[in-house]
T-cell receptor, first 115, second 113 residues
């Protein structure tokens, strides 16, 4: 069966510090991978998605970046965190199950607080 | 992807049916209707999806209006564990490779014992 891991679970970082969040997927090959962010009391915002190694698409311009160094590894980074980067970061993966359907599976999330 | 409109919040009593509405008046002929839910402090999880016909699975039922401009997610017997934010999402263009989902604000369902 497939599983998705994210770490760390919680993180408190000062403004201006760097960030690296990691997501790995087990039990599937060549998945689509996604990073979402959910600010307090708000909906999910798609940040990045990737359809293959080294292929990253950005949905929202900001001080975050993403990389996919291996098929089942997705990394979210920042060189300098802002207060507005606080939120719940979710990694997800999907595969095309049938011609009509992608189902997305979400990880447990990382709760980031920038102080 | 077309836009959906959902009530911000709804309340239900435990063991009673719950009907969660979603309006999508600008839906295109190829848009599938998806429902996901997000329990507190967790990532969203898939609930159900459909195109034109009503759908049933172990979690819920999806009733789709004949003109497809609205749909209703039906939880037949709400439990306390069903308290979550429910998202109605339209997704078309599965010929593409992205599989992106665009989440709105959803409906926050509260279940009273």
């Amino acid at each position: 069966s497939q599983t998705i891991h994210q770490w760390p679970a919680t993180l408190v970082q000062p403004v201006g510090s760097p960030l690296s969040l990691e997501c790995t997927v087990e039990g599937t090959s060549n998945p689509n991978l996604y990073w979402y962010r959910q600010a307090a009391g708000r909906g999910l915002q798609l940040l990045f998605y990737s359809v293959g190694i080294g292929q990253i698409s950005s949905e929202v311009p900001q001080n975050l970046s993403a990389s996919r160094p291996q098929d089942r590894q997705f990394i979210l980074s920042s060189k300098k965190l802002l207060l507005s980067d606080s939120g719940f970061y979710l990694c997800a993966w999907s595969v095309l199950l049938r011609a009509d359907f992608y189902e997305q599976y979400f990880g447990p999330g990382t709760r980031l607080t920038v102080t | 992807d077309a836009k959906t409109t959902q009530p911000n919040s709804m309340e239900s009593n435990e063991e009673e049916p719950v009907h969660l509405p979603c309006n999508h008046s600008t839906i295109s002929g190829t848009d599938y209707i998806h429902w996901y839910r997000q329990l507190p402090s967790q990532g969203p999880e898939y609930v159900i999806h459909g195109l034109t016909s009503n759908v049933n699975n172990r979690m819920a039922s999806l009733a789709i209006a004949e003109d497809r401009k609205s749909s209703t997610l039906i939880l037949h017997r709400a439990t306390l564990r069903d308290a979550a934010v429910y998202y109605c999402i339209l997704k078309g263009d599965y010929g593409g490779s992205q599989g992106n989902l665009i989440f709105g604000k959803g409906t926050k369902l509260s279940v009273k014992p």
